[in-house]
């Protein structure tokens, strides 16, 4: 079965604080994303990255980097923490040749609180 | 702009009652449109991946349908455990890339 898992469902940090979200997925995908879920906004992409060591900038990047060193990881990282950044936190992944469905699977999410 | 917009925001229905929700976008390209289910405090769940007007796909009591600005949800017979967010997203070709753009979602709660 497939699975995406998250490092953390809660998490609470300090203003300034450097933040490190983790994502795995265990099906040899390819592409995998980080987006915000934040209330009357829907999913925003943040970081997307096709292949290991690659990454590209989605719709919001700003304060937020990643890093992809192996396939099946995918982190983000908040280098300096702002009480803006309080939100839920998606990942998923997809094969580069997906077929009919062509969907992306999601994580649980990690509920960021920033005070 | 590239826009995706799903009505209602939120949706009260007595279980046995039908009702459609509505997914309008506007982008350049369709290549293709697709559903999940959220419940609270997980992540999106697939449910349908449409690609031309006229398209549509089912499964239990969901039926979606596409045309070439909206797509709906329609809801047969619900029943509590229904109960759900209902993303749409879109997914069109931009900036060398294929794009996803995802709705706020509309809240449904099915009553007994």
């Known amino acids: 079965d497939v699975k995406v898992t998250q490092s953390s469902r809660y998490l609470v940090k300090r203003t300034g604080e450097k933040v490190f979200l983790e994502c795995v997925q265990d099906?040899?995908?390819?592409?995998m994303f980080w987006y915000r879920q934040d209330p009357g906004l829907g999913l925003r992409l943040i970081y997307f990255s096709y292949d290991v060591k690659m990454k590209e900038k989605g719709d919001i990047p700003e304060g937020y980097s990643v890093s992809r060193e192996k396939k099946e990881r995918f982190s983000l990282i908040l280098e300096s923490a702002s009480t803006n950044q309080t939100s839920m936190y998606l990942c998923?992944?997809?094969?580069?040749?997906?077929?009919?469905?062509?969907?992306?699977?999601f994580g649980p999410g990690t509920r960021l609180t920033v005070l | 702009e590239d826009q995706v917009t799903q009505s209602p925001e939120a949706l009260r229905l007595q279980e046995g009652e039908s009702s459609s929700l509505n997914c309008s976008y506007t982008v350049s390209g369709l290549r293709g449109l697709f559903w999940y289910r959220q419940d609270p405090g997980k992540g999106p769940e697939f449910l349908f991946t449409?690609?031309?007007a006229g398209e549509e796909k089912e499964k239990e009591r969901l039926k979606a349908t596409l045309t070439k600005k909206e797509s709906f949800l329609h809801i047969t017979a619900p029943k509590p455990e229904d109960s759900a967010t209902y993303l749409c997203a879109v997914q069109f070709f931009s900036g060398g890339y294929n794009k996803l753009i995802f709705g706020a979602g509309t809240r449904l709660a099915v009553h007994p």
């Open positions: 998923a992944s997809r094969p580069q040749r997906a077929g009919d469905r062509n969907e992306q699977f």
């Open positions: 449409l690609y031309s």
């Open positions: 099906m040899d995908h390819e592409n």
